[in-house]
């Protein structure tokens, strides 16, 4: 018996049973999840072993600068080699996603993974600023955070579009607000982004899954599901990552 029932939350009139949607949307989620969490293990993978490789703790941080570095840190936490990465990345994925429509999916996904190795260099100087344990306590609790946001997104019948639009515009607050913070070196400020951050990155985890659930459709080909399950990753990726970075501001304890 033909069932047709118009489910705008998914964005398509389909002609199968509610079991049957759900079974599809569930096994995208999982995909979703599976990609991100395989970005955040290259993450953190690259970024331990490299920090390894640039010395480990025999590295120390004075104010007279930094010693015990061998010579692939010296090349590594060097000022323009950090920001060739940092352009790297952002070149990395504005490509994913100003393309994504246009690529494979196995060519989407090997970038976003290259892009998460590049974001593993970068960031490996959070273990020249903070103790292993504090880095290794902050991305638990990230993980908690993150988790009980996502889950909310996922099952919340409530429209989080209108959140979603007010976190944008807070979003493009800290960015304006880093690139000032850059020039004028205010405790004060660095703290209150960070504090913003966290709520603007928390909200983004909600309003993103839901995003990625609403844009789920039970008739795409393997390409266009692909290349959607590719784009929720990124994006839960970066919201992860930026929520850990800002958590880690607030809570992290310094080596020194």
Partial sequence: MSN??????????????????????????????NYMAGALVVTGLVAWFAFQAAGGYGITVTP??????????????????????????????????FRIAHINVS??????????????????TIFLAYTQSSIGRVFFIT?????VMSLWGYTTRRDLTGMGSFLFMGLIGIVIASLVGMF????????AISIIGVLVFTG????????????????DDGSVAGRKAVMGALSLYLDFINLFLMLLRLMGSNRN
């Avoid at 004028?184 to 703290?191: D, G, I, T, V, Y």
């Avoid at 983004?204 to 008739?219: P, R, S, W």
Wanted: charge should be neutral; aromatic fraction near 16%.
């Fill in 4 to 33: 047709y029932e118009n489910n705008s939350r998914y964005g398509a009139t389909v002609a199968r049973g509610a079991e049957a949607i759900d079974a599809g949307l569930r096994a995208h989620m999982i995909r979703v999840y």
């Fill in 64 to 97: 007279e600068g930094v010693a015990g570095l061998t010579s692939f840190g010296a090349a590594l936490f060097n000022p323009m080699a950090q920001l060739v990465l940092f352009f790297a990345t952002l070149g990395l994925v504005g490509f994913i996603s």
């Fill in 107 to 124: 060519t989407a996904l090997t970038l976003f993974f290259v892009y998460a190795g590049v974001l593993g260099l970068f960031l490996s």
């Fill in 143 to 147: 993980a908690a955070t993150f988790g």
């Fill in 184 to 191: 004028w070196h205010s405790s004060a400020l660095q703290f």
């Fill in 204 to 219: 983004l985890t909600a309003y993103d899954t839901q995003k990625i659930k609403e844009l789920y459709y039970v008739g």
